[in-house]
Nanobody, 121 residues
Framework: QVQLVESGGGLVQPGGSLRLSCAAS????????MRWYRQAPGKERESVAIISWSGTSLYYRDSVKGRFTISRDNAKNTVYLEMNSLKPEDTAVYYCNADLMSTTFVRTDYWGQGTEVTVSS
């Protein structure tokens, strides 16, 4: 069993900052990459940022470049998303995703339960 637990969402004013965390736990053999997605009301889920577990590969969607930073702590199996200069259009449920191999020795994507971010004055 593998669990992803997100935290750090909330209500913030435009221009403010939040830091999301996602901790992976359970029967993990190897993590290949971790990702943040978001889904705004009435819209499709979209990728926000991706980090390889070696840290050598990073991706950000254009609309968050320069404002969001993804990082990871390998020892804690945790990925972070530092979000600065938040805009109302960043309002969404943010989901953590992990590309990993568990003790079943099958490489699989796992998802967290989501954490809500609301940017509003």
């Amino acid at each position: 069993q593998v669990q992803l637990v997100e935290s750090g969402g909330g209500l913030v004013q435009p221009g403010g900052s939040l830091r999301l965390s996602c901790a992976a736990s359970g029967s993990i053999v190897n993590i290949y990459a971790m990702r943040w997605y978001r889904q705004a009301p009435g819209k499709e889920r979209e990728s926000v940022a991706i980090i390889s577990w070696s840290g050598t590969s990073l991706y950000y969607r254009d609309s968050v470049k320069g404002r969001f930073t993804i990082s990871r702590d390998n020892a804690k199996n945790t990925v972070y998303l530092e979000m600065n200069s938040l805009k109302p259009e960043d309002t969404a449920v943010y989901y953590c995703n992990a590309d990993l191999m568990s003790t079943t020795f099958v490489r699989t994507d796992y998802w967290g339960q989501g954490t809500e971010v609301t940017v509003s004055s």
